[in-house]
């Protein structure tokens, strides 16, 4: 999916979240990664092979 350069990490990477946005839609919460990931508002994300990732934003929390 990724056309510039360099390549965003891949939708199985570890730091896939670094990937580039390419569309977002803010009043629908959520936003789309050139490498297929879906990012939600609650940061939950749905990985192109349909897989999903629960919402983690309490670690985020408990680290502040």
Same mark, same amino acid.
């Given at each position: 999916?990724?056309?510039?350069?360099?390549? #965003?990490?891949?939708?199985?990477?570890? !730091?896939?979240?670094?990937?580039? /946005?390419?569309?977002?839609?803010?009043?629908?919460?959520?936003?789309?990664? #050139?490498?297929?990931?879906?990012?939600? !508002?609650?940061?939950?994300?749905? /990985?192109?092979?349909?897989?999903?990732?629960?919402?983690?934003?309490?670690?985020?929390?408990?680290?502040?």
């Amino acid at each position: 999916m990724c056309q510039h350069k360099p390549p #965003c990490p891949p939708a199985n990477a570890p !730091d896939h979240d670094a990937a580039r /946005l390419v569309s977002f839609h803010p009043e629908q919460g959520w936003g789309l990664l #050139c490498n297929g990931v879906v990012l939600f !508002d609650d940061t939950g994300e749905l /990985l192109p092979d349909g897989r999903s990732i629960p919402a983690h934003r309490d670690s985020y929390a408990r680290a502040a």
